[in-house]
């Protein structure tokens, strides 16, 4: 159907005003699962210690003759491990003349920023955390690195051909040959948990890995009540053995990694908690900085476990 003659239409006029919404859509992911889950400590020095200790092997020949005269035992010292902290930041600098701006879904521009930033520091800081990053002792040119929880984990690991731990802390750790996940490995890891002490109660794992362990043979074997409009097909708790495990999916792991832990022998410890700093100011705009130095603190790496070497698709 042909345009009305001489009608005049939004393509010509000028002055019609915009329509703009005052909400802001974000779907960034801003969950910690691991930060969320550990303990949290002060730090008090940018070096920092904790103690652990084990209990002497079990003597099956215990036994000691009527009058016996005793042989003293050697007492059991204390492991002193230790990390670093780092510093990490976000900032962001607005024009004054935004900040006077009347800007849409947002009543001040620089709080608005901030808040994006903090979201975004937490985000890294959970990312870092399970990282296979080694420490950085740093110096007046190199910025610290805290040691990492994949870095940490040596005792209950299972690894693909080639894989190896780090040699030292500073050391880079070696990937192995990716295989599948599958159940066999993770029974495997909880066996070797359990027979070492660790009582590891949470499983994080990468969206990948979440569907394979949902489609575990354990899983597809159960009876399950289904209503008419819902289908039960994932897992958020693995019963196994040793003890019940919380599945939960994440998206700042290592996909390749599997990280059972313990949360009770993990903590980020706080050398300076969240701040926010005003930057001094040069020109006609403002910038502000949020900041935090941290660590990892792995209380006993014992206590936890990992599979490493997962394929990715």
């Known amino acids: 159907m042909a345009k009305v003659t001489n009608a005049f239409d939004t393509y010509t006029a000028k002055g019609n005003r915009e329509d703009l919404s005052d909400i802001i859509y974000n779907i960034s992911p801003t969950d910690t699962p691991v930060m969320s889950s550990i303990g949290r400590r002060n730090a008090t020095a940018v070096n920092f210690d904790w103690q652990t200790e084990s209990l002497p092997t079990v003597d099956l020949n215990n036994a000691k003759e009527e009058g016996f005269e005793l042989s003293r035992s050697t007492s059991t010292a204390t492991v002193r491990p230790t990390n670093v902290v780092q510093i990490s930041e976000r900032d962001a600098t607005v024009t004054g003349s935004q ?57 209950n690991v299972s690894r693909g051909a080639t894989g190896a731990a780090a040699a030292s802390e ?39 890995n979440k569907v394979k362990l949902s489609d575990f043979t354990g899983r597809s074997q159960a009876r ?58 040069i020109g006609d705009a403002e910038t ?25 698709t």
């Not at 996940?181 to 590891?200: D, M, N, R, V, W």
């Open 99 to 155: 900040q006077k701006a009347n800007a849409a879904g947002k009543a001040n521009e620089m709080a608005r920023q901030m808040s994006i930033a903090s979201k975004a520091l937490k985000r890294d800081m959970e990312s870092i955390l399970c990282q296979n990053q080694a420490k950085v002792a740093g110096n007046a040119t190199t910025a610290r690195k805290t040691r990492a929880l994949e870095h940490w984990l040596t005792t």
């Open 170 to 208: 500073t050391a880079a750790m070696t990937d192995g040959t990716q295989r599948a996940f599958s159940e066999t490995l993770l029974k495997a890891a909880l066996q070797q948990s359990y027979t070492a002490g660790a009582e590891p109660s949470i499983i994080l794992v990468g969206p990948v």
């Open 224 to 281: 399950q009540n289904v209503s008419a409009t819902t289908i039960q097909q994932a897992v958020s708790v693995y019963a196994s053995d040793f003890g019940d495990i919380k599945v939960v999916p994440t998206r700042f792991n290592r996909e390749r990694t599997a990280l059972l832990l313990d949360p009770e022998y993990a903590k980020v410890a706080f050398f300076r908690n969240f701040a926010q700093e005003e930057i001094a100011k």
């Open 288 to 312: 502000r900085m949020i900041v935090a130095e941290w660590g990892l603190e792995v209380s006993n790496e014992a206590a936890h476990a990992a599979i490493f070497d997962l394929t990715t």
